[in-house]
């Protein structure tokens, strides 16, 4: 349903963030974007949510260009109730619709906080408000950047698998840049392993989804897509 | 507790100290009346130290509707057009070092001649204006990032974004530029009496004079003491305003 082709990108005349990336993503895939710091992964999040325009390239959407956005940054509205933050793009959008914000609360499990304030909330409970939000613009693509890094171990591997639930349920597509190797072996579909602003090599992991998440994780797939990442990587260090 | 009753105690242990030293040495009073005959001064004067109190309480307060009005305008204008900030924030600065003191004789012949409290009011703006500038064009550029684009992605008008992001995102900056900005205004105020002198001038610094000029030590004092009155009023007024509004909005912590 997204397919972005040869997009090209430098910030300020500067030596180009991207260089003839390409990316497809369908419906209820997850594709992740992993790379060294300063590879571009975040520039294709921006130039696909139209936030940045490509300079060369383009993005072309085969369904509708929806898509909500996810940082590491919670960047919810600090005087404004978890209620009133998840509300926000319907009431962006002029379409306030009480019972979608409810259904994106009742999925991240916050229903019960949604008369609190951000800063009455922990840091995870944070993190779910910020997904109920994006969940709450319906969107047919969520883009999301590096959204659990600041969350300790048993709270990423959560959000995790609440992640993998909302995309099996719903069916929406999702562009997910981490740091991580193994949450990017976890999660995905396929990685993207960048380098200097292109696709050095794309990691298949299919994990076995009806295992455990820890017997997914110890799997001899799960293990292998974590070797085949650490390969690409060194490739590109030499 | 602590925080009402320490000052509190402090403030007592000093006018004790005060009455009897001057006592017990004889301070003649034009030099330094003591607590008991200021504290005298102030109750056989009540009806003149209310009239000339709210007299400067009205021009504080008049300064100061006018500092937030154009303080706001101005910050909204600035993060809407950085060259027209360029442009104008050099002269708010001009006018924020300026001495209020030495602009203050000018404004008087200008405006303040037949009607001092006018004068009064524009010196007082003077000075109360550039913290609220300062500040709200501070609190409309700390946005947050990713909020800013979100608003983006989904599509804000402008009215959206200044009313839903720059406006709550600003007013805790705001707020706290009115407790600076409420003793500016008072102190621009007292200021602009002094420069004028005679005239039509009714307020407190007008009566400060006035007991100064008859030796009236103790009447100075007490003079003095409804302004700190006053200056206090403003500013916890402003704090307390700050609290609950911030509460109000769940982000007292921040």
Redesign the interface.
């Known amino acids: 349903m997204l397919t972005a082709k040869n997009l090209a990108f430098s910030y300020d005349n500067a030596k180009p963030v991207l260089d003839g990336f390409s990316l497809s993503l369908k419906a209820g895939e997850v594709v992740s974007l992993l790379g060294p710091s300063g590879c571009g992964k975040s520039t294709v999040l921006r130039i696909v949510?139209?936030?940045l325009d490509a300079e060369q390239g383009r993005v072309e959407w085969h369904s509708d260009p929806d898509?909500?956005?996810v940082?590491q940054?919670p960047?919810l509205?600090?005087?404004?109730?978890i209620e009133q933050n998840v509300a926000?793009?319907s009431?962006?959008?002029g379409k306030v619709d009480d019972s979608r914000v409810a259904e994106a609360l009742a999925a991240v499990n916050l229903t019960s906080l949604e008369k609190r304030?951000?800063?009455?909330l922990s840091g995870g409970q944070r993190m779910r408000a910020s997904v109920a939000r994006a969940l709450s613009?319906n969107p047919s693509t969520l883009l999301m950047d590096e959204p659990f890094a600041a969350l300790d171990e048993i709270l990423r591997f959560q959000m995790n698998d609440l992640l993998l639930d909302l995309v099996a349920e719903r069916g929406f597509g999702v562009l997910f840049v981490t740091h991580s190797l193994f949450e990017a072996a976890y999660l995905s579909d396929r990685v993207l392993v960048m380098q200097e602003g292109k696709v050095a090599g794309e990691v298949i992991p299919s994990l076995d989804r009806s295992l455990t998440p820890n017997a997914q994780r110890g799997s001899s797939a799960f293990v292998s897509a974590v070797d085949a990442m650490t390969t690409l990587l060194k490739v590109i260090e030499q | 507790m602590k925080r009402f009753l320490l000052p509190i105690a402090a403030f007592t242990a000093l006018l004790l100290f005060w009455q009897y030293y001057v006592t017990t040495n004889d301070v003649p009073k034009f030099v330094l009346p003591s607590p008991s005959l200021i504290w005298l001064a102030i109750i056989d004067n009540m009806p003149l130290w209310l009239d000339a109190s709210l007299s400067t309480l009205s021009v504080t307060i008049k300064a100061l509707s006018a500092a937030i009005i154009s303080g706001v305008l101005l910050a909204l204008a600035f993060s809407l057009s950085r060259t027209f900030e360029a442009t104008i924030y050099p002269f708010a600065i001009i006018l924020q070092v300026t001495p209020v003191v030495a602009i203050a004789p000018l404004v008087i012949i200008w405006v303040g001649i037949d009607n001092v409290e006018r004068a009064q009011v524009i010196i007082a703006w003077i000075v109360a204006f550039f913290p609220i500038l300062a500040n709200m064009s501070a609190g409309l550029k700390s946005v947050d990032a990713n909020l800013s684009d979100l608003f983006t992605l989904y599509g804000a008008t402008r009215l959206q974004r200044f009313r839903l992001l720059l406006w709550p995102t600003a007013l805790p900056y705001l707020l706290a530029s009115l407790k600076v900005s409420g003793g500016l205004a008072l102190i621009g105020g007292v200021v602009a009496e002094f420069v004028a002198g005679s005239g039509t001038a009714t307020g407190l610094a007008w009566r400060i004079i006035e007991a100064g000029n008859r030796l009236q030590i103790e009447k100075m004092f007490a003079g003095l003491f409804m302004l700190a009155i006053i200056g206090m009023l403003v500013f916890y007024s402003f704090a307390l305003l700050e609290y609950y509004v911030l509460k109000r909005f769940g982000q007292e912590n921040t």
Request: proline content about 12%; hydrophobic content about 60%.
């Open positions: 949510s139209g936030l898509v909500a956005f940082f940054d960047a509205m600090p005087w404004a109730s926000l793009p009431r962006l959008s304030f951000p800063a009455m613009a």
